[in-house]
């Protein structure tokens, strides 16, 4: 017993716990995206076996907290986050069983304290003679479990069992031929007064329905004027007027007699007065049954076993997930027996009322841009009356309740809020995300740990630390026409104009181009014409313009929906040929699910919508807010479609100046446009010239614009950084290798980058009136500066801290430029507009860069490893060890920062919809990467794997997680079961081969390593 507990609560067993959990959650996203999500829930995430394995690695961790000692005092910086896992478990196990959610639907004007619960009950009650009793359990279907139900209710001394039989989800009724039906005739009428097109239906024996103005029968005749079938031994038919027979394969049609009775065959055409009638299909003893069908809203049929004493009956009950069931009822003599499947009403202690659903919208179009919900919360108990305004990242907190703005009525006069009870869960979990941050943070400055063991023991890194502290970055990206183009010299001309933007700013419109057509192309020029040139154009020749396929639509599946090839469409394609949205009902879709429910197509559609309402803004000219208010100086400015209480020469100005200059443009009358241009700039000098930027601000920005610093630094930054660590590894190779005029050259260059950088901020800092680190751009550019300050700062201690930091700094530049190619130019309040979402987005940024420096580095030392020889053996020896120390605390710190993200992430989940945690494909593959370096990093205490060579293996192999959490995600999981069209995104061949010449050079290191240096290395605490 004791060996076996030994075992169990062994880093072994912990190691094994923790790859068997990874592979759990891994495997059940693709279950998910297969299946659907209760097919996931019910296999993986709410099974027993999945609660026993979460169980079992908190009690090892809790018995290695001893094992260990990491309660002594030097410790406890370790401690606290080991400790945090165990109070984030608490508060998840809280959440489960404890918490819960639901969604309040109201109208305008109602109130109500009711909501209907998201998880599905199946609800029993049992009556006789004013007496009953209840039963509810709780419950989930899904295609790929059996659930099982059966149970026994007890009303006095008689007892009911009731026996779940079958299970039919998304059910449909189909026709099924069956010995003890009746017939039953499917058939097609088309063309008949009153009818709007083609009519698909079925008639059963002695039934009878209108088809148009006429009414047909079958076996019956209920008015002398009916179309009469009937069936003998085969069919027939009479009409009261003339009709005839015609050949679908063409020929001369055969006449048939009114009021006479004709012999008639299925797939035959009968025009009787210009109604045409076909028997599709005909069944001589048919029944209706359910079978599982593929609409997704349909309801669920379950089919019951009921059974008191000796007697047995069947009770069909028709339900499903967030929709309050009807009850089904049979009767046992005097005892009814009630069952419904659904949603369950749960009653709160207040009340909330809907005064106002407010849904903004883009100028010009349907496309929401935004909504809220104006309520007012009455709490009888505690007296209290007071108005709240829902919206999302602003939601209502009242007595443990919290509720989200989710969806909303198509008619637009109702709200659909989302409801969360989980106050102690919640607080619990917070709890444990504050003691883990505090927990690593102090880990990394504690003289007692790991991480800083492993600075003494390298000469090369005694500066990651601080360089944690002030990095940021990522590896990975966030996922012939002939143009009527005005020129270049109007079109620059035109871009020193004055403009507000939508936040009020005054900025040239050099910017307000470069953001919008960045938004509509997600380029910073289109075909090789700068955005100020392709924005005057689109002004001037609007008409043109819609025809160039300019909009990126970045989802395959939506392009061919479109009937476009690549991944660009035009302003028309979105148009169906009566001029109408063809996006409209997808969007309308796409914004009344709740935010936590939309997937990647949804996402990609609000997205494509957005662009087509800015292209349209641009079209229009509803962005040319240029023409100050000549009545008040710092009020809004006008743009040429806007109601402006401005009479005289004035108006005129305004309203017709931009229609001239694009004629102007058109006809190629320069010396016109020129005037024009110069008009406005003299019409805001005279009425605006109080609130816009100076000249020297306003030129400064222009070339801040188009010099566009930043982008061309990070290429720069990766290649002398790349070039920098391949001559080093050299240099290691080879001691005579002359490395300091390389380090010299890469200094200088990136000298002048650090220079060039620095002057870029500054620029922006002098443009924007305030520091920059504002946004997110801002916040990035400004963590790679600080990135090269640290390698010019310690570079004398280490060549590779120069070299790691101008990697990492280019690799912030590019992930700021990712955000920047999609700038927010619209009024949208999208959910991703949060502080949290920020916060989170840039940590875990930060460490995708430093685990893949981590991996590189294991890259380098295999490498190394089949360099060996008896030469220089020891001292490669000693450079893989060197260069493994410095892997070690880049992977520690990347997973603390990767860590901190995730769960920072769960933060803005729960602030925006209520569930900090939902096993989304994205947090859950975040979640198997925490997991699978969190193996790495204690691969050092488990027998058999704690070697260098064993190491760096895993650091390199192990950045396929991250690879699988970004584009994996993105391209082979997220959202495709909910829409099932077309295959995914093959995998790219450069990814095989990637994965081929890896394998191979691990392989061979294997055997370099085995040969020359096999000696396992020991444990360290």
């Known amino acids: 017993m004791k060996k076996f507990l030994n075992f169990l609560f062994s880093m072994q067993m912990m190691g094994v716990l923790i ?257 045409k009638l076909v028997i599709k299909n ?60 659904g949603s369950k009403i749960i009653d709160l202690p207040f009340s909330i009322k809907l005064n106002d659903f407010i849904l903004e919208r883009y100028p010009g179009s349907n496309s929401p841009s935004s909504f809220a919900s104006e309520v007012t919360l009455y709490d009888e108990g505690k007296s209290i009356e007071k108005d709240y305004r829902i919206y999302m990242n602003n939601i209502l907190k009242h007595e443990g309740f919290r509720f989200f703005q989710a969806s909303y009525d198509t008619d637009e006069k109702g709200t659909i809020l989302s409801v969360n009870h989980d106050l102690w869960g919640m607080m619990v979990t917070y709890f444990g995300y504050g003691i883990l941050m505090l927990g690593m943070a102090w880990s990394l400055f504690n ?189 809004e400015w006008y743009n040429p479609t806007a109601q402006i209480d401005v009479r005289g020469d004035d108006s005129l100005f305004i309203k017709k100046s931009i229609v001239m200059l694009g004629q102007a443009l058109n006809h190629n009358d320069l010396a016109g446009a020129d005037s024009y241009i110069s008009g406005i700039k003299k019409y805001q000098q005279k009425f605006g010239s109080e609130v816009m930027p100076s000249a020297t601000k306003q030129n400064i920005e222009i070339q801040y614009n188009n010099i566009n610093i930043f982008k061309k630094l990070f290429p720069i930054y990766l290649m002398v950084g790349f070039f920098l660590i391949i001559f080093l590894v050299v240099h290691l190779m080879k001691p005579g290798f002359p490395i300091k005029w390389m380090v010299r050259i890469a200094m200088l260059i990136l000298g002048v980058g650090f220079i060039l950088h620095t002057g870029g901020l500054a620029a922006r800092w002098y443009i924007s009136g305030h520091a920059p680190w504002s946004n997110g751009f801002e916040t990035m550019t400004f963590i790679a500066w600080g990135c090269l300050l640290a390698g010019f700062i310690f570079v004398k201690k280490s060549d590779f801290a120069l070299a790691a930091t101008a990697i ?72 893989i ?28 989940a729960n602030e925006s919809w209520g569930r900090y945690w939902g096993w989304d494909p994205k947090e859950t593959w975040a979640l198997v990467s925490i997991l699978v370096y969190s193996f790495i990093l204690h691969m050092r205490f488990i027998p058999g794997l704690k070697s260098v060579y064993a190491f760096n293996i895993a650091s390199v192999w192990g950045y396929s997680a991250i690879l699988m959490t970004y584009f994996g995600v993105n391209y082979y999981l997220a959202g495709l079961h909910s829409y099932a069209k077309g295959d995914p995104v093959p995998v790219p061949t450069w990814v095989y081969y990637t994965v081929i010449i890896v394998l191979a050079l691990s392989i061979a290191a294997f055997f370099s390593y085995k040969k020359h240096n096999y000696v396992p290395e020991e444990s360290e605490a």
């Open 282 to 341: 005909f069944y001589p003893a048919a029944i209706y049954r359910y079978v599982q069908g593929e609409d997704k809203n349909a309801p669920n049929i379950l089919v019951f076993d009921v059974k008191k004493g000796n007697e047995s009956k069947e009770l069909m009950v028709k339900g499903q997930k967030d929709y309050v069931g009807n009850a089904s009822t049979i009767a046992f003599n005097d005892m009814n027996v009630s069952v419904a499947y």
């Open 881 to 908: 060890n060197d260069l493994s120390r410095i892997s070690e605390m880049t992977m520690t710190i990347g997973l603390y920062f990767l860590t901190i993200g995730t769960f920072l992430g769960g933060i803005w």
């Open 447 to 635: 003289p007692y740990t790991r991480f800083k063991l492993l600075g003494r023991q390298s000469r090369k890194i005694k500066t990651l630390a601080v360089i944690a502290c002030i990095m940021s970055g990522s590896l990975l990206p966030a996922s012939a026409q002939d143009l009527k183009v005005v020129p270049l010299e109007q079109a620059k001309s035109f871009g020193k104009i004055v403009v507000q933007d939508k936040g009020g700013r005054f900025e040239p419109v050099n910017t307000l181009a470069s953001e919008v057509i960045r938004k509509i192309t997600k380029k910073g020029q289109f075909k090789g014409y700068p955005a100020e040139q392709v924005f005057l154009s689109m002004i001037a020749s609007p008409q043109q313009w819609q025809q160039v396929q300019m909009i990126k639509v970045g989802n395959s599946e939506l392009a061919r929906e479109l009937g476009v090839s690549g991944k660009y469409a035009s302003f028309t394609d979105f148009l169906d040929e009566k001029g109408q949205y063809k996006l409209s009902k997808k969007v309308q879709d796409a914004y009344s699910k709740k935010p936590a429910q939309r997937k990647g197509y949804d996402k990609e559609i609000i997205s494509v919508d957005e662009r087509i309402n800015i292209t349209y803004m641009v079209f229009t000219g509803e962005f040319l807010k240029i023409f100050p208010n000549p009545n008040d100086s710092m009020g």
């Open 19 to 275: 790859i068997l959990f990874a592979f759990s959650i891994g495997a059940a996203t693709f279950i998910e995206n297969d299946f659907g999500t209760p097919a996931a829930r019910a296999l993986v995430y709410d099974a027993l076996w999945f609660e026993i394995m979460l169980t079992l690695i908190v009690a090892n961790l809790v018995a290695n907290i001893f094992r260990y000692n990491l309660y002594k005092r030097e410790k406890w910086s370790i401690f606290l986050f080991h400790v945090s896992f165990i109070v984030i478990f608490i508060g998840s196990a809280i959440t489960r069983y404890v918490g819960y959610e639901g969604n309040m639907h109201i109208r305008e004007g109602q109130t109500t304290n009711k909501i209907t619960s998201m998880d599905s009950y199946i609800d029993v009650i049992l009556d006789k003679n004013g007496k009953h009793i209840r039963e509810s359990e709780k419950i989930s279907f899904s295609t790929v479990k059996e659930v099982k139900y059966d149970e026994t209710l007890k009303l006095g001394n008689e007892e009911v069992e009731l026996k779940l039989r079958t299970f039919i989800p998304n059910a449909q009724t189909t026709l099924v031929q069956d010995a003890k039906g009746a017939p039953v005739l499917e058939m097609v009428a088309v063309g008949s007064a009153g009818m709007s097109g083609m009519q698909n239906f079925t008639i059963e024996y002695r039934g009878n329905r209108m088809v148009g103005d006429h009414l047909l029968a079958f076996g019956t005749n209920p008015h002398p004027n009916a179309i009469l079938i009937d069936y003998t031994d085969s069919l027939r038919m009479m009409s009261p007027m003339p009709m005839q027979e015609v050949s679908m394969m063409g020929g001369d049609p055969i006449p048939m007699e009114a009021k006479k009775w004709h012999s008639i065959v299925p797939r035959k055409l009968y025009d009787i007065g210009g109604t």
């Open 808 to 879: 990492l700094a280019g690799l912030a530049l590019f992930v700021a430029h990712l955000s920047w190619m999609s700038p927010e130019v619209t009024n949208l309040v999208p959910v991703l507009k949060s502080y949290w979402l920020t916060i989170h987005v840039a940590i875990i940024t930060s460490s995708y860069s430093f685990l893949a420096l981590a991996a590189i580095l294991g890259i380098i030392n295999l490498v190394l490893y089949n360099l060996q020889n008896k030469v220089n053996i020891d001292r490669i020896t000693n450079n």
